[in-house]
């Protein structure tokens, strides 16, 4: 078996908190040089897609050694270790400077950048798509928002972005606009569509 060597601590829900890495032991990494990069880095490696990266022990004071120090990664890395870092162990840090992420449970895949794609959501341990039937500007600056992004440019239909396997979690969206989660939407049940 391989176990994941990351996982959150001390968040509101399983997609945030303290950022721990296991190297014989769990400890936690330093949020000097810690940035958005570095977050899309460890919730990508937790099958998610970053929306923040947080540091000062947001997320509280973890215990144990602090194995990481000044993690530099590009945000295309599948995984924290795999990022530039000091040596493990070495840092010049104190658990008030604890790094934290927030994952979110939707991602765009398929896109040519980051910021474009199919959108893709997670439910019911089960990764699935939102059909096009009503999407609009609305829905997609919905869930531009919930990614961290402050609006969306265009939205595409017919599966621009490729067809999507799985589920088809949501259909027949409709957002106001102000809403923060697409999942706060008016839209028919879950899985029917």
């Given at each position: ?9 001390g ?5 945030e908190?303290r950022?721990e ?6 400890g936690?990494?330093?949020?000097d040089?810690w940035?958005?990069?570095?977050a899309?880095?460890v ?5 998610r897609?970053?929306?923040a990266?947080?540091?000062s022990?947001?997320?509280g004071?973890?215990g ?15 995984s924290?270790?795999?990022?530039s ?5 070495t ?6 400077e604890?790094?934290g992420v ?18 893709e ?24 928002k919930?990614?961290?992004y402050p609006?969306?440019?265009?939205y595409?239909h017919?599966a ?7 589920q088809?979690w949501m259909?027949?969206?409709?957002c ?5 989660r ?6 028919s ?5």
């Amino acid at each position: 078996a391989r176990c994941q060597d990351v996982r959150l601590s001390g968040g509101s829900s399983p997609w945030e908190g303290r950022v721990e890495i296991f190297h014989g032991q769990w400890g936690t990494v330093c949020d000097d040089s810690w940035n958005i990069e570095n977050a899309r880095a460890v919730c990508r490696q937790l099958g998610r897609t970053a929306y923040a990266s947080r540091s000062s022990a947001y997320f509280g004071y973890g215990g144990g050694p602090i194995w990481l120090d000044e993690v530099a990664c590009s945000g295309s890395e599948s995984s924290l270790a795999s990022c530039s870092h000091g040596s493990w162990g070495t840092h010049n840090c104190g658990h008030g400077e604890d790094a934290g992420v927030v994952c979110t449970d939707i991602t765009l895949v398929n896109g040519s950048t980051w910021y474009e794609g199919r959108i893709e959501i997670h439910y019911n341990n089960a990764w699935g798509t939102i059909c096009d039937d009503h999407f609009d500007i609305d829905d997609a600056n919905v869930v531009c928002k919930q990614l961290g992004y402050p609006n969306a440019l265009a939205y595409k239909h017919t599966a621009s972005f490729g067809q999507g396997s799985g589920q088809i979690w949501m259909d027949n969206v409709q957002c106001s606009g102000s809403e923060t989660r697409v999942y706060s939407c008016s839209a028919s049940s879950w899985g029917t569509n």
